[in-house]
């Protein structure tokens, strides 16, 4: 995934989830993200609000769920 959901690159969207701890359930995920630097915070926490309710044990697992979103999206 080279621009991601929203032309938003999945190395912007894990500057959000930076220092975060594992595992972690969506609402986990969402609060940590809202705290993540730069004026893009809305748009990235409202990609991670279309990730399934479900918690996650790594990175790779969110930008999975990210990769499937930002596919059906353009198909």
């Known amino acids: ?9 999945a190395a912007n969207i894990m500057k959000h989830l930076k220092k975060i701890h ?6 986990k995920i969402l609060t940590h993200a809202q705290k993540g630097p730069g004026p893009d915070t809305r748009d990235v926490i409202e990609i991670l609000n ?9 990175p790779a697992e969110i930008m ?11 198909g």
């Open 64 to 74: 999975r769920e990210i990769g499937k979103i930002d596919h059906a999206s353009h």
């Open 1 to 9: 995934m080279t621009r991601g959901v929203g032309g938003h690159g």
């Open 50 to 58: 279309r990730i399934p309710d479900k918690n996650y044990n790594s």
């Open 22 to 27: 594992f595992p972690a359930d969506k609402t």
